[in-house]
Antibody, heavy 116, light 108 residues
Framework: EVQLVESGGGLVQPGGSLRLSCAASGFTFSSYEMNWVRQAPGKGLEWVSYISSSGSTIYYADSVKGRFTISRDNAKNSLYLQMNSLRAEDTAVYYC?????????WGQGTLVTVSS | DIQMTQSPSSLSASVGDRVTITCQASQDISNYLNWYQQKPGKAPKLLIYDASNLETGVPSRFSGSGSGTDFTFTISSLQPEDIATYYCQQYDNLPPFAFGPGTKVDIK
């Protein structure tokens, strides 16, 4: 069974940093592209970042470019999102989602709250 | 970047009704269009991929059509468990993978 489990969310002050993790199981993680997608409270879905299966190709939404860094460790079956210079508008549930453009499996999400 | 619009933003229908949601892309995306269902407090779930292909395990009352810039998502007979918000999402060529703003479906 495919499982994606996010962790690392929490309350952080504006300007602070947080590192999210996504633990994958039930499939060959190293063969799949991965994404982070977020959802602000009461709002719609926003794609955040993409990483290829090898980690060699990466894309970011303009809203997070230069502040967020996506990475992966295929030996540990894990996906990461390093978030720096956090702003109030980054407050959201962050989901990891499998595959390239067709997001076929999603984690349950982890809540990031940016507030003083 | 490609922008996605959806209509209506919300709708209320009776059990058994046919429900239709439209999604429009700001430029030609061929058939690189997916539909997701999100129930309150839950992660999104893939229903339709490549505009018209039903994801494994998804009931056949859900369907999708369209290509280019105009797409349609249909629930042929609305069921109580279909109460959710539905999102379209394009993945033409490279990221960003834009989502539509969503359509909230309620039971009348």
């Amino acid at each position: 069974e495919v499982q994606l489990v996010e962790s690392g969310g929490g309350l952080v002050q504006p300007g602070g940093s947080l590192r999210l993790s996504c633990a994958a199981s039930g499939f060959t993680f190293s063969s799949y592209e991965m994404n982070w997608v977020r959802q602000a409270p009461g709002k719609g879905l926003e794609w955040v970042s993409y990483i290829s299966s090898s980690g060699s190709t990466i894309y970011y939404a303009d809203s997070v470019k230069g502040r967020f860094t996506i990475s992966r460790d295929n030996a540990k079956n894990s996906l990461y999102l390093q978030m720096n210079s956090l702003r109030a508008e980054d407050t959201a549930v962050y989901y990891c989602a499998r595959s390239g453009g067709i997001l076929d499996y999603w984690g349950q999400g982890t809540l990031v709250t940016v507030s003083s | 970047d490609i922008q996605m619009t959806q209509s209506p933003s919300s709708l209320s229908a009776s059990v058994g009704d046919r429900v239709t949601i439209t999604c429009q892309a700001s430029q030609d995306i061929s058939n690189y269009l997916n539909w997701y269902q999100q129930k309150p407090g839950k992660a999104p779930k893939l229903l339709i991929y490549d505009a018209s292909n039903l994801e494994t395990g998804v009931p056949s009352r859900f369907s999708g059509s369209g290509s280019g810039t105009d797409f349609t998502f249909t629930i042929s007979s609305l069921q109580p468990e279909d109460i959710a918000t539905y999102y379209c999402q394009q993945y033409d060529n490279l990221p960003p993978f834009a989502f539509g703003p969503g359509t909230k479906v309620d039971i009348k």
